[in-house]
């Protein structure tokens, strides 16, 4: 069970912090702070430490470089390799890229066309741009032009209009876009290869993951078993008001009701993208009484132990 510890965080566990989240892992810290690993992640984002750097070896430069020499033909993904050498696959892109095995000038026309599908070829070739634009480039003095009156434009607006764009976009986002809503634009988003719909075990609620949809059976069988006095899927969305760039609001994954009547809210985060990262930042910022409890990797596959015998359990490891 995870849990959270009561304390206030001090300046003298800040500064422990500090000194040995580079070298000891969050397991060792969560006994030394006697904090749960969650809070102990949670504190590291808040004081904008960096990533924790772990050394690689030669035998993992050694396969990271074969895999990378042999990739044309190559059967094993990217992904697979990932999971035998215990990194994430964005720390094996990186590591590619700081070892020179990726193409890094390659230009974003030639990044374009590689992801372009034959059958798009194909159509092009047969039809045509069908704006008739195919080959074109815009000038400099277009771009420049385009740039200039986008500027004006987005200067002559106020700071109560600029809010109350963001406070309309998010209300439409809300309309459209819930689990009651059009459930097809899920199935798009950037964690495109998650197992996103609805469960019928779960009062057919849509759930973007098989982890939240796991998780969602975990609480429920906590409040069963009087740990818990309730919990709801993503019902609040908090908004930053004023802001105008990257994260504008933020919904968390659950909101949870201790037996107490506190309110803890739980993200789900198998991998930390930067956007993430910057939700939680403005959450502690504009919401400093709203605390979130966030859920790893880790944390979530001991909760998996516990939780594979309960009824409706998902075993595919899907974030």
Same mark, same amino acid.
């Given at each position: 069970?995870?849990?959270?510890?009561?304390?206030?965080?001090t300046?003298?566990?800040?500064?422990? $912090?500090?000194?040995?989240?580079?070298?000891?892992?969050?397991?060792? %810290?969560?006994?030394?702070l006697?904090?749960?690993v969650?809070?102990?992640?949670?504190?590291?984002?808040? %004081?904008?430490?960096?990533?924790?750097?772990?050394?690689?070896g030669?035998d993992?430069?050694?396969? $990271?470089?074969?895999?990378y020499?042999?990739?044309?033909?190559?059967?094993?993904?990217?992904s697979?390799?990932?999971?035998?050498?215990?990194?994430?696959?964005?720390?094996?892109?990186?590591?590619a890229?700081?070892?020179? %095995?990726?193409?890094?000038?390659r230009?974003?026309?030639?990044?374009?066309?590689?992801?372009?599908?034959?059958?798009?070829?194909?159509?092009l070739?047969?039809?045509?741009?069908?704006?008739?634009?195919?080959?074109?480039?815009?000038?400099?003095?277009?771009?420049?032009?385009v740039?200039?009156?986008?500027?004006?434009?987005?200067?002559s607006?106020?700071?109560?209009?600029?809010?109350?764009?963001?406070?309309?976009?998010?209300?439409?986002?809300?309309?459209?876009y819930?689990r009651e809503?059009?459930?097809?634009?899920?199935?798009?988003?950037?964690?495109s290869?998650?197992?996103?719909?609805?469960?019928?075990?779960?009062?057919?609620c849509y759930?973007?993951s098989?982890w939240?949809?796991?998780?969602a059976r975990?609480?429920?069988?906590m409040?069963?078993?009087?740990?818990i006095?309730?919990w709801?899927?993503?019902p609040?969305?908090?908004?930053?008001?004023?802001?105008?760039?990257?994260?504008?609001?933020?919904?968390?994954?659950?909101?949870?009701?201790?037996?107490?009547?506190?309110?803890?809210?739980?993200?789900?985060?198998?991998?930390m993208?930067?956007?993430?990262?910057?939700?939680?930042?403005?959450?502690?910022?504009y919401?400093p009484?709203?605390?979130?409890?966030?859920?790893?990797?880790?944390?979530?596959?001991?909760?998996?132990?516990?939780?594979?015998?309960?009824?409706?359990?998902?075993?595919k490891?899907t974030?």
């Amino acid at each position: 069970m995870v849990t959270r510890a009561d304390h206030a965080w001090t300046q003298a566990d800040d500064d422990n $912090l500090r000194a040995n989240y580079q070298d000891a892992t969050y397991a060792a %810290l969560s006994v030394q702070l006697n904090r749960s690993v969650g809070s102990i992640r949670n504190r590291r984002y808040r %004081l904008d430490l960096d990533r924790k750097r772990i050394d690689w070896g030669a035998d993992e430069e050694g396969a $990271l470089r074969e895999w990378y020499a042999r990739r044309e033909g190559q059967s094993t993904r990217l992904s697979d390799l990932a999971r035998q050498l215990g990194r994430s696959r964005i720390a094996l892109a990186l590591k590619a890229s700081e070892l020179g %095995l990726t193409e890094r000038h390659r230009s974003h026309d030639d990044m374009a066309k590689s992801r372009m599908s034959a059958a798009q070829t194909q159509w092009l070739k047969t039809n045509g741009h069908p704006r008739g634009f195919l080959g074109g480039r815009h000038t400099d003095q277009a771009k420049a032009l385009v740039g200039l009156a986008s500027k004006r434009n987005w200067e002559s607006v106020t700071d109560e209009e600029r809010e109350a764009r963001i406070v309309k976009g998010n209300r439409s986002r809300i309309e459209r876009y819930t689990r009651e809503g059009a459930s097809f634009v899920f199935s798009r988003n950037t964690y495109s290869r998650t197992n996103g719909g609805r469960r019928e075990d779960l009062d057919n609620c849509y759930f973007r993951s098989s982890w939240e949809a796991n998780y969602a059976r975990y609480l429920r069988a906590m409040k069963t078993a009087g740990m818990i006095a309730d919990w709801v899927y993503e019902p609040d969305r908090f908004i930053f008001h004023g802001v105008t760039r990257g994260a504008l609001s933020y919904t968390p994954d659950f909101r949870v009701t201790g037996l107490d009547g506190a309110i803890v809210y739980h993200e789900i985060k198998g991998w930390m993208d930067s956007a993430s990262k910057t939700r939680l930042k403005r959450i502690a910022q504009y919401y400093p009484t709203v605390t979130v409890l966030v859920i790893g990797k880790d944390e979530y596959m001991e909760i998996a132990r516990q939780g594979q015998y309960l009824p409706g359990w998902e075993a595919k490891r899907t974030v």
